[in-house]
């Protein structure tokens, strides 16, 4: 399982021309799912992202979690963070998981963000979404399980 975890200001995600979920400030939360991960990646996942501390405290450390800040997570399914372009210039993407795993672990770590108390948004799995996205910072953090 792979996160790519950015500070954001506003973060907006459509479909199809329609708003879907929106945050006001929070993290937006790029996860890919790869074969063979497992219901504990996803358990372990969600506890990282819920205690990262990428957020600035009052001496501009950053020191506090998206939860300190009372911030919420938009948690984006995206499979193409597997994609290995090594060989050639097209990604083939046989790393990333099969959808309907994928789509069950990806459901399962926005269940266990909320149960770590975080208010998550998701977008529309395996659909084309559209994302307006307003970084903070810019912080970007990757991790991978």
Do not use: W
Request: charged share 25%.
């Amino acid at each position: 399982m792979k996160a790519v975890i950015q500070r954001v200001k506003h973060t907006a995600l459509s479909v199809d021309g329609k708003l879907i979920s929106e945050i006001p400030f929070g993290l937006a939360v790029y996860l890919g799912v790869k074969c063979g991960d497992t219901e504990d990646k996803a358990t372990l996942m969600a506890g990282k992202i819920s205690r990262l501390r990428i957020f600035e405290d009052g001496n501009g450390k950053m020191n506090l979690s998206v939860k300190d800040i009372g911030g919420e997570v938009l948690l984006i399914s995206q499979f193409t963070l597997y994609g290995d372009c090594s060989h050639g210039n097209r990604p083939s993407f046989t790393e990333a998981e099969r959808p309907e795993a994928a789509e069950k672990l990806y459901l399962l770590t926005a269940e266990k963000l909320r149960e770590h108390g975080l208010t998550v948004k998701t977008g529309v799995f395996g659909a084309d979404m559209k994302i307006e996205q307003f970084n903070d910072g810019p912080v970007t953090v990757i991790y991978e399980i």
